[in-house]
């Protein structure tokens, strides 16, 4: 139902499939660790692809 949904509401996003909350919670993760200290200014989309251009 869920590939369904996506094509027709996208059917030209990169993944082909909606990204599962676990995908956000991990770049939630790695903002929130001293690993994105040098990660500043920065617009991360966590949105499977979805959006392609701005």
């Given at each position: 139902?869920?590939?369904?949904?996506?094509?027709?509401?996208?059917?030209?996003?990169?993944?082909?499939?909606f990204?599962?909350?676990?995908e956000?919670?991990?770049?939630?993760?790695?903002?929130?660790?001293?690993?994105?200290l040098?990660?500043?200014?920065?617009?991360?989309?966590?949105?499977?692809?979805?959006?392609k251009?701005?």
């Amino acid at each position: 139902m869920k590939n369904a949904i996506m094509q027709q509401s996208n059917p030209h996003s990169l993944l082909q499939r909606f990204i599962e909350p676990s995908e956000i919670s991990n770049l939630a993760t790695y903002l929130s660790s001293p690993l994105s200290l040098a990660t500043n200014g920065s617009c991360l989309r966590a949105d499977g692809g979805v959006l392609k251009t701005i």
